[in-house]
Nanobody, 127 residues
């Protein structure tokens, strides 16, 4: 079991940077690929980025490549999403999630592949 809590959201201006954090409890954090997703009202939750259990592999949605960086610290049971050059279109509730399987090979971007979710943190980017 993995329990997840996001933090770091807030109100920023276009072009600003923000770092989201995800704190995990439980003893299996380091065995799960971890992802970030986001959702706006009336739209489906969409994939942002994923990092492998070891931290050695990452994959990003095209719309954040070059602007966002996902990382993790397994010793501290934490994951982060560094967001730069934020745009108003990045406004959303951001969720961290753990792959429902431990040690799964490959990085996945579908919400159905993730079995553990945080409560979300709001990011609002003004123009």
């Amino acid at each position: 079991q993995v329990q997840l809590v996001e933090s770091g959201g807030g109100l920023v201006q276009a072009g600003d940077s923000l770092v989201l954090s995800c704190a995990a409890s439980g003893h299996t954090f380091s065995r799960h690929n971890m992802g970030w997703f986001r959702q706006t009202p009336g739209r489906e939750r969409e994939f942002v980025a994923v990092i492998s259990a070891s931290g050695g592999s990452t994959h990003y949605a095209d719309f954040v490549k070059g602007r966002f960086t996902i990382s993790r610290d397994n010793a501290k049971n934490t994951m982060s999403l560094q967001m730069m050059s934020l745009k108003p279109d990045d406004t959303a509730v951001y969720y961290c999630a753990a792959d429902q399987q431990q040690w799964r090979r490959g990085l996945f971007s579908g919400t159905r592949d993730y079995g553990y979710w945080g409560q979300g943190t709001q990011v609002t980017v003004t123009s």
